[in-house]
């Protein structure tokens, strides 16, 4: 019998001032983290799926990347879009743009720690 996959099951974001990532996604986006966290990382109490960010794994340099996590796509699930996008530009968050149509509702783009893209929909 072949080996499948059935999908993502856990999301964890490398960053080099944990502190700091995990702050952003607590006062910024309203997660909570969860109530065991691996040495070196945070876990968030996300559901369907298990987000966290961490220090970054050995043998991996992020000094260099201008934009980390080029080219992956991280969409996380809001109630309220438009009214997370005013809280984000009113608390000095850099977002690509106005909150647009979607096939997935209303979604906008904005710069998470360290420079992760990080995409919003719903709502």
Same mark, same amino acid.
């Given at each position: 019998? $072949? !080996?499948?996959?059935?999908? *993502?099951?856990?999301?964890?974001?490398?960053?080099?001032? #944990? *502190?700091?990532? !995990?702050?952003?996604?607590?006062?910024?986006?309203?997660? =909570? =983290? !969860? +109530?065991?966290?691996?040495? %070196?990382?945070?876990?968030?109490?996300? $559901? *369907?799926?298990?987000?966290?960010?961490?220090? +970054?794994?050995?043998?991996?340099?992020?000094?260099?990347?201008? $934009? +980390?996590? #080029?080219?992956?796509?991280?969409?996380?699930? $809001?109630?309220?879009?438009?009214?997370?996008?005013?809280?984000?530009?009113?608390?000095?968050?850099?977002?690509?743009? *106005?909150?647009?149509?979607? +096939?997935?509702?209303?979604?906008?783009?904005? !710069?998470?720690?360290?420079?992760? =893209? #990080?995409?919003? %929909?719903?709502?």
């Amino acid at each position: 019998m $072949t !080996a499948t996959v059935e999908g *993502p099951d856990f999301i964890a974001l490398q960053v080099t001032d #944990l *502190p700091a990532a !995990a702050a952003f996604f607590e006062e910024h986006l309203g997660l =909570r =983290r !969860a +109530p065991v966290s691996p040495p %070196h990382a945070v876990v968030f109490a996300t $559901t *369907p799926i298990p987000f966290a960010v961490r220090e +970054p794994l050995p043998g991996t340099d992020l000094s260099g990347d201008s $934009t +980390p996590g #080029l080219g992956v796509a991280l969409w996380l699930r $809001t109630d309220d879009a438009a009214r997370l996008h005013a809280q984000l530009v009113a608390a000095g968050v850099e977002v690509a743009g *106005p909150v647009r149509d979607s +096939p997935f509702g209303p979604t906008f783009t904005f !710069a998470g720690p360290e420079g992760y =893209r #990080l995409t919003v %929909h719903g709502g």
